[in-house]
């Protein structure tokens, strides 16, 4: 709270921070449990690993996808609706939406985040992968045009809250002049690092770019 004055952090260790969260939350959330454990055991308090894990647990990590299917399925009947990564008409019937990057590498709800895809494609082919680097650059027009159409067009309080999460949550972006381009780059950025710093496999969508291709 601003109440309580302000803090600055060097720019480079704000990055780095950033960059490298997936590892240091675990690390400092067990060093805080440690901490309670031992606090608990001086004033001769049992308290039981699975009561620090529940309160360490933050309540908004929750897959969310409400707003985004809303948008989808009102697309659907006015224009039309294709599956971001084969392109494919979407329909009721086989609506799906999918973290572009997993949530098991990456607990983020932001609306960025979520894509319409088809059902067989993100439950039994993609599934907790990364898009490979090909497969995401030539979904580029989509996934934009997707952004365009269910968050900025006519929807003020829903586009204030997706600039707001793509310029917190993805590298590069700055809350000045900005762009759905610049958006999908740091999108881009943002898989490299995934990969790079956590490994996460990527699914390659061979067939599927073959079809885009032709």
């Given amino acids: 709270m601003l109440s309580f004055g302000e803090k600055l952090i060097p720019g480079y260790l704000w990055t780095t ?37 529940a309160a360490m647990t933050w309540e908004d990590q929750t897959r969310d996808v409400k707003l985004a299917r809303g948008r989808a399925l009102e697309i659907m009947e006015s224009q039309g609706l294709y599956c971001t990564w084969s392109g494919k008409r979407l329909s009721k019937r086989n609506l799906d939406i999918d973290h572009c990057f997993p949530w098991t590498a990456w607990t983020c709800g932001d609306l960025w985040n979520l894509m319409p895809a088809h059902r067989m494609i993100n439950q ?40 707001l999460e793509a310029t917190s949550s993805l590298p590069r972006v700055t809350t000045g002049d900005r762009t759905l ?25 061979e067939k599927h770019l073959s079809v885009i291709r032709a």
Avoid at 45 to 52: A, G, P
């Fill in 17 to 53: 921070l950033r960059r490298f969260d997936v590892w240091i939350e675990p690390a400092i959330i067990a060093e805080w449990s440690k901490l309670i454990r031992h606090y608990a055991s001086g004033q001769h308090r049992q308290v039981d690993n699975s009561s620090i894990a």
């Fill in 124 to 163: 039994n082919e993609k599934r907790a992968k990364l898009p490979a680097d090909g497969l995401l650059r030539h979904a580029q027009d989509r996934v934009t045009n997707w952004w365009q159409s269910a968050y900025i067009e006519d929807y003020p309080v829903v586009s204030d809250r997706f600039w």
């Fill in 181 to 205: 381009d610049d958006i999908f780059d740091a999108v881009c950025f943002q898989r490299m690092r995934l990969k790079h710093d956590q490994q996460v496999p990527e699914w390659p969508g």
